[in-house]
T-cell receptor, first 114, second 108 residues
């Protein structure tokens, strides 16, 4: 099993550009989620999904879109990148109910917006 | 709003010492996760607790549901335990809220 795979590992964007961060898992996990990690702020939930076709907003959803067309994939879209979106992004998955299941994290994507 | 408060923010220890990191959480959180992140590295799940106590090697995690408090203990600490330790509270419908993290440095 590959676990949770995130791509790319690094990305530099100019303000206004769009891009998609990819997240895939091969563990048949219902729950998938995206976080950003900023110095002094800790991890913050952007969006999450409890199954295919179901998504919901987390703590900091503005500027990001998600979709969950399959159980395996949960891409995060930046429609118009801003310098404030410079951060390290992590995807994670677990079985649902996540209250009884450990989280599996991807290796992260370091995004810089200039 | 679900909140998770973690302490201390920074912790320095000598090799062999017993270490405790604390986490308090608010109403609505039904499970508590402990995570480990090494510098420049990914995030690894150490424990997920909804009651009682769990042990894995030198790591022990406890949770007191009435007091809404969880602790992570490291026995016989080692320099390789140096990392950021993060607690996260999860609700039954999927939202996770994270503590700020504890930076642990263990000196030989």
């Amino acid at each position: 099993n590959a676990g949770v795979t995130q791509t790319p590992k690094f990305q530099v964007l100019k303000t206004g550009q769009s891009m998609t961060l990819q997240c895939a898992q091969d563990m048949n996990h219902e729950y998938m989620s995206w976080y950003r990690q900023d110095p002094g702020m800790g991890l913050r939930l952007i969006h999450y999904s409890v199954g295919a076709g179901i998504t919901d907003q987390g703590e900091v959803p503005n500027g990001y879109n998600v979709s969950r067309s399959t159980t395996e994939d949960f891409p995060l879209r930046l429609l118009s990148a801003a310098p404030s979106q410079t951060s390290v992004y992590f995807c994670a998955s677990s079985y649902m109910g996540q209250a009884n299941s450990p989280l599996h994290f991807g290796n992260g994507t370091r995004l810089t917006v200039t | 709003k679900n909140e998770v408060e973690q302490s201390p923010q920074n912790l320095t220890a000598q090799e062999g010492e017993f270490i405790t990191i604390n986490c308090s959480y608010s109403v609505g959180i039904s499970a508590l996760h402990w995570l480990q992140q090494h510098p420049g590295g990914g995030i690894v799940s150490l424990f997920m607790l909804s009651s009682g106590k769990k042990k894995h090697g030198r790591l022990i995690a406890t949770i007191n549901i009435q007091e809404k408090h969880s602790s992570l203990h490291i026995t016989a600490s080692h320099p390789r335990d140096s990392a950021v330790y993060i607690c996260a509270g999860g609700t039954s419908y999927g939202k996770l809220t994270f503590g700020q993290g504890t930076i642990l440095t263990v000196h030989p």
